[in-house]
Antibody, heavy 123, light 107 residues
């Protein structure tokens, strides 16, 4: 299993950024995926998740701190997870990890992690 | 939202000694509790799930226990690779929530 994030960078407050996570080594569509972030020197914070499974229904979940500003999505044909971030704030500065759940389905227990994409929000 | 509280924030332990880390949930999470290890500059690694099931990559000196609201991670004899930050996480209900972490440092 490999997860490779991209799209991070420096952005001004109020700006937008889109993160991508390219996955390989497993049946991507069968597993829920999440974004978890870590501000410099701080702990882990779950940001957003999207359901997995073959039912066709896709459920999305958001932390209150990002609800209405961030949108998670997935393209199972491209084995890629996205996080579209708008109205970025200084407090969104963090390393953003893409994470895959342990079991097929949506239980938010994270076995595989990428190496992270750094998002810095500053004027 | 469930609140996860870890203690202590920092634990100073000599190599070869036992380390005991605590995690408390603000409401019952049954056994849907995981522990992660994070070394400096690295992504977190799943260490324990279902409160007491050890991930295959980790040796038997790591053990987890507890249910409901009180959980413990025990490292029986600390090795140099074990000095890291450990996070608990509940996955019983959405949203998943991490504790603030316990840093295990060399005494």
């Amino acid at each position: 299993v490999q997860l490779s994030e991209s799209g991070g960078g420096l952005v001004q407050p109020g700006g937008s950024l889109r993160l991508s996570c390219k996955a390989s080594g497993f049946t991507f569509g069968s597993y829920a995926m999440s974004w978890v972030r870590q501000a410099p020197g701080k702990g882990l914070e779950w940001v957003s998740g999207v359901s997995g499974g073959g039912s066709g229904d896709v459920n999305t979940f958001y932390a209150e701190s990002v609800k209405g500003r961030f949108t998670i999505s997935r393209d199972n044909s491209q084995n890629t997870l996205y996080l579209q971030m708008h109205s970025l704030r200084v407090e969104d500065t963090a390393l953003y990890y893409c994470a895959k759940v342990l079991w097929p389905g949506s239980t938010p227990l994270f076995l595989h992690w990428g190496q992270g994409a750094l998002v810095a929000v500053s004027s | 939202e469930i609140v996860m509280t870890q203690s202590p924030a920092t634990l100073s332990v000599s190599p070869g000694e036992r380390a005991t880390l605590s995690c408390r949930a603000s409401q019952s999470v049954t056994i849907n509790l995981a522990w992660y290890q994070q070394r400096p500059g690295q992504a977190p690694r799943l260490l324990i799930y279902n409160a007491a099931t050890r991930a295959t990559a980790f040796p038997a000196r790591f053990s987890g226990s507890g249910s409901g609201t009180e959980f413990t991670l025990t490292i029986s004899s600390l090795q140099s690779d074990d000095f890291a930050v450990y996070y608990c996480q509940q996955y019983n209900t959405w949203p998943p929530v991490f504790g603030g972490g316990t840093k295990v440092e060399i005494k």
